[in-house]
T-cell receptor, first 111, second 116 residues
Framework: GENVEQHPSTLSVQEGDSAVIKCTYSDSASNYFPWYKQELGKRPQLIIDIRSNVGEKKDQRIAVTLNKTAKHFSLHITETQPEDSAVYFC??????????FGSGTRLLVRP | SAVISQKPSRDICQRGTSLTIQCQVDSQVTMMFWYRQQPGQSLTLIATANQGSEATYESGFVIDKFPISRPNLTFSTLTVSNMSPEDSSIYLC?????????????FGPGTRLTVL
């Protein structure tokens, strides 16, 4: 079955710097890769997603890239702000269209 | 997207008892899922709640422990049976919403369960 690995587990950046979170997946048939942001005590919220027919997608300060050959995808946050501090989860749809989640990255943006 | 609510938002229960969690969506959805998120951990899929048929459980989860109902396309329940402290966790329902030729998954607010 699908296996999703996520790195790093924690990431601390200075406000204004960029943050990059990387994920790899195992199932070459996976074709949908969402990213969720979870603030403390809140539900996971979808922030951006990418499908296998594109290599990059951008939404304001957030971008996601996908390399299907290498089976990895990354989340890029530019000009980070304190409110970006949260836990971020990557995920991949497996062949049964179930979401398999990475282990999460705790991002801390220092003011 | 979809507006998803869960009841209760939190509960403290005694071991050996059972708790039923409700999930309500504001629109009809085909796919509903139940996840568990243990403290500081990622999300683990418990089962897919199928309307009109039995739920499909993931490895490590069984119907006797986590019975699920899905009476219609807007509602589902998850019961945590014969609870032990190891069941203390956040339980989240999730729905898959179709839109623009692509499906997206959204989460409810979660139910925080503490078992004493």
């Amino acid at each position: 079955g699908e296996n999703v690995e996520q790195h790093p587990s924690t990431l601390s950046v200075q406000e204004g710097d960029s943050a990059v979170i990387k994920c790899t997946y195992s199932d070459s048939a996976s074709n949908y890769f969402p990213w969720y942001k979870q603030e403390l005590g809140k539900r996971p919220q979808l922030i951006i997603d990418i499908r296998s027919n594109v290599g990059e997608k951008k939404d304001q300060r957030i971008a996601v890239t996908l390399n299907k050959t290498a089976k990895h995808f990354s989340l890029h946050i530019t000009e980070t702000q304190p409110e970006d501090s949260a836990v971020y989860f990557c995920a991949a749809w497996d062949s049964s269209y179930k979401l398999i989640f990475g282990s999460g990255t705790r991002l801390l943006v220092r003011p | 997207s979809a507006v998803i609510s869960q009841k209760p938002s939190r509960d403290i229960c005694q071991r050996g008892t059972s708790l039923t969690i409700q999930c309500q969506v504001d629109s009809q959805v085909t796919m509903m899922f139940w996840y568990r998120q243990q403290p500081g951990q990622s999300l683990t899929l418990i089962a897919t709640a199928n309307q009109g048929s039995e739920a499909t459980y993931e490895s490590g989860f069984v119907i006797d422990k986590f019975p699920i109902s899905r009476p219609n396309l807007t509602f589902s329940t998850l019961t945590v049976s014969n609870m032990s402290p190891e069941d203390s966790s956040i339980y989240l329902c999730s729905v898959e919403v179709a839109g623009g030729g692509a499906d997206t998954q959204y989460f409810g607010p979660g139910t925080r369960l503490t078992v004493l």
